[in-house]
């Protein structure tokens, strides 16, 4: 078979199965997830030729990735329940509650900067889990915390859990040996993790740009969707604040990225933004002179609600008297040994090596190439298990609370594996495709040559929205790279453009479309009470999404064909336009209101 159009469609095929058992039909993504994977064996089988062994090993190389998947998430889940459990969280919150009492500086605090942090420590959905429930217990309405905590799954996304999504998910994705690569590090005089890294820079960079409206897009949504007079400009009316805190952990982010690599550049900059914000807000400094609230309680609208009431909490009663400082102590932790095991050569060299903390298994099944790593001591999933034990002690737990802390993270996991132990093998089906009889290249591949005949030099606009597609798919960044990784490095080779922009652009697109994936919303909404909302949400968060893709992608193609006359120039004047726009008619729907209330009342 040599048609091209055929070829594509088919190499597409169990990414739109999984597209439209989740989102047509939405199924759970247990359910989909193994249908799209036996899709993808049926069509490398038949139309590709995949020998069954080479079927096989690629399988069993995805059961294994997806298997330090499960490590780095449930690492995450057990310090979260440890943190929750403990009581922790509840100082955490009270910390919180003092800086001020205006639920947009709070929502961007809790929200943008605690959420950057947490994502940049675990991942994987889990700073929605952690801010919505603490959101709620503040007195927020339960489906604006999960918008709320949905919103900032977006920027510092791409290098959550310590930069999985470009790590394992670019670095897998794309592969050191995939066609052009070496060629391509030949060229640049770079190493295969420094290309990674350079690849995770510009994804920083792209995240600067698009990620500087996030907050102030956050507070826009709380006073327009669930304030009393549903007034957008009342979120506008904190824009110096909001614009400030974005900055303050987005130029961290974007310096790290450049000086550290892709591990830190959430993390660091959550933190870094965080103290800072929090410090500077103790102080009045650009805190709003009048305070926004949500209203009486008794006028909120009931599909506002879930079966937790806004101001009560789950988290039980601290059982000490517990400092802010040892409350976040784990977190101090965490990061403090993120930071040493990646940057101390000789430490790095050893939990990296070979036969001793690293199990390397070449040649799967005997098929040349099929080859993968696991860290045993490496992985942020250890670094997690570790502080929990730590936190144990500084928490003074007792055996019950230590076993329920297990109990809650294996309860929690279960419901993610069955995803990832289908999704991950079916992506390394794909990639490791090129392994056949019938002389095609792999299915990302030829995919890539159909949409770049189709597209040709404007596809680096259309990057972002690859990404996001593959996100809101797989409800992950890290699959949507290992999916897409490949497919937008041979799109851009196959045109001649920046391969290492395209596919950040990938990356910065997959983060944003973090925030319309069905598996956060469905596990934000369960923290807070929320049964059959998902539409209500998404309905909310697919406009932060697509500001995002067309942001992002407008940065992609301007960094690589700079201004003109060109799509990129007409997509940018074309969102700046629309945003002042936007912006001019919330003020005077604003004023509008401001006017027509009294007569009202």
Request: aromatic share 10%.
């Amino acid at each position: 078979m040599d048609n091209l159009a055929v070829l594509s469609l088919l190499a597409i095929a169990p990414i739109l199965v999984a597209g439209i058992l989740l989102a047509g039909f939405r199924w759970p993504a247990k359910y989909a997830m193994p249908i799209s994977y036996l899709t993808a064996l049926g069509i490398a089988w038949t139309a590709w030729e995949m020998h069954p062994t080479a079927l096989a090993a690629a399988s069993l190389e995805g059961l294994i990735v997806a298997g330090t998947l499960l490590y780095i998430v449930f690492g995450a889940l057990l310090l979260l329940s440890t943190v929750t459990v403990s009581g922790a969280m509840e100082r955490i919150k009270a910390g919180f509650n003092h800086i001020s009492p205006d639920r947009r500086i709070q929502a961007i605090i809790i929200g943008w900067l605690f959420g950057s942090f947490i994502e940049g420590a675990s991942g994987f959905g889990t700073p929605a889990a952690v801010v919505a429930p603490l959101m709620l217990a503040m007195g927020f309405p339960a489906v604006a915390a999960v918008v709320a905590g949905l919103i900032i799954q977006s920027t510092p996304v791409s290098f959550g859990a310590v930069g999985t999504p470009i790590i394992v998910g670019v670095g897998n994705g794309l592969g050191e040996t995939s066609p052009g690569v070496p060629e391509r590090l030949g060229e640049l005089g770079m190493s295969y993790s420094e290309y990674v890294a350079h690849i995770g820079f510009q994804t920083a960079a792209i995240h600067m740009a698009v990620g500087i409206l996030i907050p102030l897009i956050l507070a826009c949504m709380l006073t327009g969707f669930f304030g009393e007079k549903r007034n957008f400009a009342l979120g506008l009316k904190v824009w110096p604040f909001a614009v400030y805190a974005s900055l303050a952990m987005t130029i961290p982010s974007v310096t790290v990225a450049y000086l550290i690599g892709p591990e830190f550049p959430s993390l660091i900059g959550g933190l870094v933004g965080l103290t800072l914000v929090m410090f500077t807000s103790s102080k009045g400094f650009l805190m709003p002179k009048e305070t926004f609230d949500f209203g009486p309680r008794a006028a909120w609208e009931e599909r506002w609600m879930g079966r937790i009431a806004p101001g009560t909490s789950q988290e039980p009663s601290a059982p000490m008297k517990m400092t802010l400082v040892q409350a976040w102590s784990p977190y101090l932790i965490l990061a403090a040994l993120l930071v040493l095991t990646r940057i101390i050569d000789p430490l790095t060299e050893f939990l990296t090596t070979s036969g001793l903390t690293r199990i390397t298994v070449a040649d799967i099944l005997g098929v040349e190439g099929i080859t993968t790593d696991v860290d045993l001591f490496y992985s942020p999933g250890f670094i997690l298990i570790f502080v929990s034990v730590i936190a144990y002690l500084i928490y003074r737990m007792n055996g019950k609370q230590i076993a329920q802390t297990w109990a809650v993270a294996g309860k929690q996991i279960l419901g993610t594996a069955v995803a990832l132990l289908f999704a991950v093998p079916m992506v390394r089906v794909l990639i490791q495709s090129g392994a056949n009889e019938s002389g095609l290249d792999s299915m990302p591949v030829v995919l890539a040559q159909g949409v770049a005949s189709v597209a040709g030099d404007t596809w680096p606009f259309f990057a972002p929205f690859i990404g996001a597609l593959g996100a809101f798919i797989a409800g992950s960044n890290t699959v949507s790279n290992l999916t897409f990784a490949q497919f937008q490095w041979s799109a851009a080779n196959q045109i001649g453009v920046s391969q290492e922009t395209v596919v950040a652009g990938q990356a910065a697109g997959g983060a944003g479309g973090n925030t319309i994936a069905i598996h956060n919303i469905v596990a934000a909404s369960a923290t807070v009470g929320l049964l059959n909302r998902e539409g209500d949400i998404i309905r909310k968060t697919v406009w932060v999404a697509l500001y995002y893709c067309i942001a992002a992608g407008t940065i992609t193609f301007l960094a690589i064909n700079g201004f003109g006359v060109n799509v990129g120039t007409g997509a940018l004047i074309a969102l700046i336009a629309g945003l002042f726009g936007i912006g001019y008619w919330a003020v005077r729907r604003g004023d509008s209101k401001a006017v027509q209330l009294p007569q009202q009342n």
